[in-house]
C-alpha cells in the first residue's frame, strides 16, 4: 500500500502524522511511505531521518496522492483537491463538523476520525484526545506562569515573603487534572470545579480543593453522570448557580484555565466578561477551548472558547487580564 504523509499547513502547528519510528514499522511491512519534504520539521525530526528508515521524500501532492493519507488536522479546500477519490484519510477529522464531513463525501474520501474513537480498554491505542490533551494540560500552566508577572510558588526572601499562586481550574478531565498537578508541583494553591462529582476525589487527590456546585433536581444529577467520560450540557438552573460561584472564585485567582469541552457542541461559556471584569489586573486566562466555542460578536466564522472575550491563536488583555 502506497502511505502518504503530507507537512501540516494549519497557523502554529507543529505536529506530524508519523514519526521516523512509526514509518520504519510501515516500511518493514511492505509498505511504500511517501513523506512530503519538511512534514516533520516543526516536531524535530529531519528529512534524513525519515530517508534513512526507507520513505521516499515527496512534494505535497505526491504525498496526497497516496492510497492512505495520515495528517494530524483535517484537509483545507486546497488539500482535498489533490486526494483522489477512493483514498483513505486518518486523522483528527473533527466527525462532529457536519460542513467538514460533507466535503470529506463529496470528494469520495473515506474518513477515519480519530476523535470518535470510544474510551474503551480495546481503544485505548487509539485514544488521541486524552494523549493530546494530556500535553495541553501540561503547556497550559507552563503557559499561563510564564504570562503571570507574578510567581507560582510562596517565595520567603529578605524583602518579605510572596504569596503562592491562586489557580482555577474549570473542568477537571484529562487537561484539567494534569493542568492540576503540574500547577501543584509548581507551587501553586489550586481549585478545580467540574459538573461531574465522581471527580471530586481525583481533584483531591491532586492536591486540589474542589469547587463543589450541589445539584437540586434529579435531573441535574442525571445530567452531571456524563457519558463515556465526557460531560453533558447542564440544565440552566444548574449553569446559573455554578456561574456565580466560578465569579467569585475568579475574583480571588490569579490564573484561570478552562478546559471545558462537550462533543458535538460549543465549547460551553464558563467565564462571562463581567467576570473577566471582576479579576485582579495582571492575571492570566488559559482558554483551551479555544476555537471550539460559539462565533464571537461582530467576528463572523471566529469562534472563541469557554471565555466570549477568548481569541483563537491570539494572546489579547482586555480588563488588564491576559488571555
Request: charge should be negative; include cysteine; charged fraction near 20%.
Amino acid at each position: 500500500m502506497h502511505i502518504g504523509v503530507p507537512a501540516e499547513t494549519r497557523l502554529h502547528e507543529a505536529r506530524v502524522a508519523a514519526t521516523p519510528e512509526t514509518v520504519k514499522k510501515y516500511v518493514q511491512a511492505g509498505h511504500r511511505v511517501t513523506i512530503e519534504g519538511g512534514a516533520g520539521a516543526a516536531a524535530s525530526f529531519t528529512d534524513d531521518a525519515y530517508a534513512a528508515v526507507g520513505a521516499e521524500l515527496v512534494e505535497a501532492d505526491a504525498a496526497f496522492s497516496a492510497d492512505l493519507i495520515l495528517k494530524v488536522q483535517s484537509p483545507s479546500e486546497t488539500e482535498l483537491a489533490l486526494i483522489k477519490r477512493g483514498a483513505v484519510l486518518v486523522g483528527m477529522l473533527e466527525p462532529f463538523n457536519a460542513e467538514n464531513a460533507a466535503r470529506l463525501a463529496e470528494a469520495g474520501v473515506t474518513a477515519f476520525a480519530l476523535e470518535a474513537a470510544p474510551r474503551t480498554t480495546r481503544a485505548q491505542s487509539l485514544d488521541v484526545l486524552s494523549s493530546q490533551a494530556n500535553i495541553a494540560g501540561y503547556k497550559a500552566v507552563l503557559l499561563a506562569a510564564d504570562l503571570y508577572p507574578r510567581f507560582m510558588p510562596m517565595l520567603m526572601t529578605a524583602a518579605g515573603t510572596v504569596k503562592a499562586a491562586r489557580v482555577l481550574i474549570l473542568g477537571a478531565g484529562v487537561a484539567g487534572l494534569q493542568a492540576i498537578a503540574t500547577a501543584k508541583r509548581l507551587g501553586a494553591v489550586i481549585e478545580a470545579s467540574d459538573v461531574r462529582p465522581a471527580v471530586k476525589e481525583q481533584i483531591e487527590s491532586l492536591g486540589g480543593k474542589f469547587l463543589d456546585v450541589p445539584y437540586e433536581t434529579q435531573e441535574e444529577r442525571d445530567a452531571a453522570e456524563g457519558v463515556g467520560g465526557y460531560a453533558r450540557p447542564m440544565p440552566p438552573s444548574w449553569l446559573t448557580r455554578q456561574a456565580a460561584a466560578v465569579h467569585e472564585r475568579a475574583k480571588a485567582a490569579d490564573i484561570v484555565i478552562t478546559t471545558a469541552l462537550i462533543p458535538g457542541r460549543d465549547a460551553p461559556m464558563l467565564l462571562s466578561s463581567e467576570t473577566v471584569q471582576a479579576m485582579r489586573p495582571g492575571s492570566v486566562i488559559v482558554d483551551l477551548a479555544a476555537g471550539r466555542g460559539a462565533e464571537l460578536a461582530g467576528m463572523p466564522g471566529v469562534r472563541g472558547g469557554n471565555c466570549p472575550l477568548t481569541e483563537p491563536d491570539k494572546v489579547v488583555t482586555k480588563h488588564g487580564v491576559t488571555i
